[in-house]
């Protein structure tokens, strides 16, 4: 009953018109056939993990690049990294708190994103991270009153009290919740945010503002590759150069994490930077993890009605059109092999499709195996709240809602802890 409930209120919130023809049923799921993921453009058979990287992984990567997720052009820019505060008597004496500025600059403007970091005190070899991007500002991930408020525009909303697109500073700690930073720090992890509108402002502004602001002029072909989830995914590879110079940070250890349309941007991340060594999609749905060909819940069309931004222009003509995609979404993750991944869901949030999530990740499994490493063998749904790993792959459906909550990043963190952490 309760999970009707939320449904209903879901389905008000997210606009009823855009939802009118939504499909909840499994029994409605249009008969699909996924894309080969194995036989390249020209149908050679993909046999090994060396022509799936000299041929068929780069094949993905560029219609995913051209066709999807678009490409952020800063071959204008000048990115630089700069420590503006540093306490290692954070959190009450058990971390290190670092923020660093990172300018984004051109010949004329100069636009700034502050990158939150701690790190745990205990450590004296430099440690594994998860860096991930937050929704409504840095200060809201902790109560922590040294946190630098991003003057950027966010998101209004009621319950948080911001009205005018300005975070005032009774946000601080709003989304605590979903940050559980004291216990991130205990397991032995440093964790890093930047606010993600400091990056683009999550809305359709034809691409004038945040970090496309600096690009200058672009070519036609250039400007259809604009898009918010390619500038998100590039400020997530900005921070992994960051990584690279701080000797307190074990940058061949960073996990890139990010939740729903963070999701989709930590996948994106991850599948253009390989330096990312693990990556981590909770409730990414739609464009995240889930295939797009099922048309559960949210499908193409949505997601580009509602944000028209988040991905290149060519995505759109898939509105309504998903069996023209040459590939599903499980192909995304298959570019991720053979670093390890974990696909995380949500009960209640059908919205993203659990199942599709699952599936994604069961039929990426061919390119792991590629690598000789394990993969799932079953499609059938594992249960509620009971992780599944196979070589280099888990995944969990938590029960309710759409969010990240303790239970999701303790289930990271011990796959992390056996993949990443442990793990030469
Ligand atoms: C929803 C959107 C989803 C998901 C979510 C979020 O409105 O339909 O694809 O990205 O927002 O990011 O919270």
């Known amino acids: 009953m309760v999970f009707f409930i939320r449904l209903f209120i879901l389905y008000i919130l997210f606009g009823m018109e855009a939802k009118a023809q939504v499909n ?17 453009n020209d149908g050679t058979n993909i046999n090994s993990s060396e022509e799936w ?8 990567l560029e219609f995913l690049k051209n066709q999807v997720y678009g490409h ?20 009450g004496g058990r971390a290190i708190r670092k923020q660093v500025a990172i300018s984004f600059a051109n010949d004329i403007d100069t636009i ?4 939150l970091v701690y790190l745990p005190l205990s450590s004296s070899e430099p440690v594994p991270l998860i860096v991930g991007l937050n929704f409504f500002g840095n200060h809201t991930v902790h109560s922590d009153p040294s946190i630098l408020i991003s ?56 691409f004038k503002n945040g970090l496309h602001a600096l690009q200058g002029a672009l070519s036609k072909s250039d400007q259809k590759l604009n898009s918010s989830i390619s500038a998100w995914a590039f400020g997530l590879s900005c921070a992994m150069d960051y990584f690279e110079t701080d000797e307190d940070v074990d940058s061949d250890k960073i996990i890139v994490f990010g939740h729903s ?30 295939l797009s060909r099922r048309r559960y819940g949210e499908t193409i069309k949505d997601i580009n009605t509602r944000f028209p931004h988040w991905f290149a222009s060519d995505f759109h003509q898939y509105n309504d059109n998903e069996d023209a995609l040459p590939l599903d979404q499980h192909m995304l993750l298959a570019t991720l092999a053979p670093r390890p ?31 000789g490493l394990k993969v799932f063998t079953n499609e059938m749904m594992p249960n509620v709240d009971d992780p599944i790993w196979a070589g280099k792959m888990a995944y969990h459906i938590r029960s309710g809602v759409h969010d990240v909550t303790l239970y999701d990043w303790e289930k990271y963190m011990d796959f992390a802890d056996k993949h990443v952490r442990y793990s030469n």
């Open 261 to 290: 349309r963070l999701g989709k941007s930590s996948l994106w991340a991850g599948a253009s930077d390989e330096r990312f060594a693990m990556i981590i999609s909770n409730n990414s749905g739609c464009g995240g993890a889930a």
């Open 151 to 206: 003057d950027s525009w966010v998101m209004n909303n009621e319950e948080f009290g911001i009205d005018d697109h300005v975070a005032p500073p009774s946000t601080r700690g709003v989304r605590a919740h979903r940050w559980p930073v004291s216990r991130i720090i205990e397991r032995g992890y440093g964790l890093a945010t930047i606010y993600y509108g400091d990056l683009d402002p999550d809305y359709d502004d034809g």
């Open 112 to 115: 700034t994103a502050n990158m």
């Open 53 to 60: 990287r000299n041929i068929r992984r780069p094949e993905i």
């Open 341 to 371: 991944i974990y696909v995380a869901s949500a009960l209640e949030d059908q919205w993203a499709d659990p199942k599709g999530e699952f599936l994604s990740l069961f039929n990426a499994g061919p390119s792991y195996n590629l690598y």
């Open 72 to 91: 952020f052009n800063d071959h204008r820019i000048i990115v630089k990294f700069h420590i503006t505060d540093y306490d290692d008597g954070a959190l």
């Open 24 to 40: 909840y049923d499994e029994n409605d799921i249009p008969t699909y056939v996924l894309p080969q993921l194995l036989v390249s």
